[in-house]
C-alpha cells in the first residue's frame, strides 16, 4: 500500500486548504479507516481527522472540530479529502495522512495503531 498526501502549501491565517490522501497498491474494504495528522517541529504527532470507508463516520481532533472536514472524494475511488477552513497559525504542520484495516473505535485517534502512512504534506499558516 502507497498513500499520496498532497495539497499542502503556505496560506494566510483565515483562509482555507484542501488535502488530499490517495491510495495505491489496493482497494479500500468494510473495515478500513483512513486517518489524518499533523506534526509540528518539536511536538508530538497529532491527531486531526479520520474516516470510516464504509460507513463515512467521522472522527476530529478537538482542535480542529468545526473548521476541519474529512470526505471520502467522490470523483476518486481511494482518495479521501481533508478541507481545512479558518486556518490559524497553530495549524501550521506537516500533515500525514495513514490507513489501517482492523482499527477498533477506541483505537482511531492513535498514530501507534495506524499501520500505513503517507510521505506528508507541509501546511504553513501565517499570521
Known amino acids: 500500500v502507497q498513500l499520496q498526501a498532497s495539497g499542502g502549501g503556505l496560506v494566510q491565517a483565515g483562509g482555507s486548504l484542501r488535502l488530499s490522501c490517495e491510495a495505491s497498491?489496493?482497494?479500500?474494504?468494510?473495515?478500513?479507516?483512513i486517518g489524518w495528522f499533523r506534526q509540528a517541529p518539536g511536538k508530538e504527532r497529532e491527531f486531526v481527522a479520520a474516516?470510516?470507508?464504509?460507513?463515512?463516520?467521522?472522527?476530529y481532533g478537538d482542535s480542529v472540530k468545526g473548521r476541519f472536514s474529512i470526505s471520502r472524494d467522490n470523483a476518486q475511488q481511494q482518495s479521501v479529502n481533508l478541507q481545512m477552513n479558518s486556518l490559524k497559525p497553530e495549524d501550521t504542520a506537516v500533515y500525514y495522512c495513514?490507513?489501517?484495516?482492523?482499527?477498533?473505535?477506541?483505537?482511531?485517534?492513535?498514530?501507534?495503531?495506524?499501520?500505513?502512512w503517507g510521505q506528508g504534506t507541509q501546511v504553513t499558516v501565517s499570521s
Open positions: 474516516i470510516r470507508w464504509a460507513s463515512r463516520h467521522t472522527y
Open positions: 497498491g489496493r482497494t479500500f474494504s468494510t473495515s478500513t479507516t
Open positions: 495513514a490507513l489501517d484495516d482492523r482499527l477498533i473505535l477506541s483505537s482511531i485517534r492513535e498514530a501507534g495503531e495506524y499501520d500505513y
